[in-house]
């Protein structure tokens, strides 16, 4: 099915197995690093011997600890919403922020705060993944009945288009009916301000969608060598396809719903996974999860270090990075373009 070099394989049950605990230790140094640094042992301290009379604990208890469990549950859902995209459309520019979904989340978003202003987190979340739904159908529509041209190149003008499109409406929304000021922190995409009762509607979302992620990878894998091949080996394209978006909106949607428009991590950590670790999706979705989770959370902390003591938003961050990667891919693939 694949033909990876050995040492792939090796790269990838060393991400796998060793992964996690540098997970963890950049969850300590982006609990460490804020306006104030606190000390390791009162991290430690704070997180597992929380005391809610000690200020510091409070800190890293209400503000740091949920801001960093963020930028690890988004940028895992990212990156792995990115691969699966990229694996079922064998497209290298596919991402969420390029193909539509993240501009339709954030809209639909701008329709809760204009419309429904006192809505629960919750309910808002519905609309995010609704906003996601609806970004990806108009990208695909207008691609599926395009004719000629080169296919990678017309999703990521199509994209390009709808998230303009999009983007442009809530911006609209927001100054018609005065909640500009609530959308910018979506638009700027950040995870400062998250609290943990917000981060118990998304992370088991983003678990569901993580875990059915994996099992698809073997199917991921196959549907990736060409739709021919995948109907040959006997593989029901259309079921896949059809989790596959819905894992999808969900990763996306709930991402989004907590953190606005993070770009980028969806396109640039699959292809950093499959450099190192090869083809195969059974490595490649838990792979870019956890190199994901490491993105997002050293990007954060950056963010943080630029212009101290104020804050760079993460959005702007990540963009630095991937607009120059995204130019590359799109002339690598595009030819013309």
Known sequence: MHNDKPYKRKLAYLILSFGWIAVILAIVSSI??????????TVWKGIFFYNPTNSTHVIIH????????????????LAVSGAIMQGMTRNP???????????GALFFMAIAFAFFPNLTYRNSLLFSFVGAGVGAALVFSIVAVSKGGNATVKLALAGSAISSLLSALSTAIGL????SKDMSYWYAGGIAG???NQLKYVMPIIIIGIVIAIILSRSITVLSLGEGVATGLGQKTKFVRFTGIVVV????GAS???????????????HITRFLVGSDYRFIIPCSAILGALALLGADI???????PFETPVGAVTAIIGVPFFLYLARKEGGAL
Do not use: C, E, K, W
Not at 32 to 41: D, M, P, Q, V
Not at 63 to 74: E, G, H, I, K, M
Not at 249 to 252: C, D, E, G
């Open 302 to 308: 950056l963010a943080r270090m630029i212009n101290a």
């Open 93 to 103: 520019l596919a991402s969420p922020s390029i193909l539509g979904v993240t501009s």
């Open 62 to 77: 209400d503000l740091r600890l949920p801001r960093a469990l963020a930028a690890v549950f988004v940028g895992a859902g």
């Open 249 to 252: 909106l969900l990763l996306t």
């Open 256 to 270: 989004v719903s907590i953190a606005g428009m993070i770009g980028f991590i969806g396109l640039v950590i699959p």
């Open 32 to 41: 460490y690093f804020g306006a104030s640094n606190i000390h390791y042992a």
């Open 194 to 196: 998250i609290q943990l």
């Open 176 to 179: 018609r009916f005065n909640v």
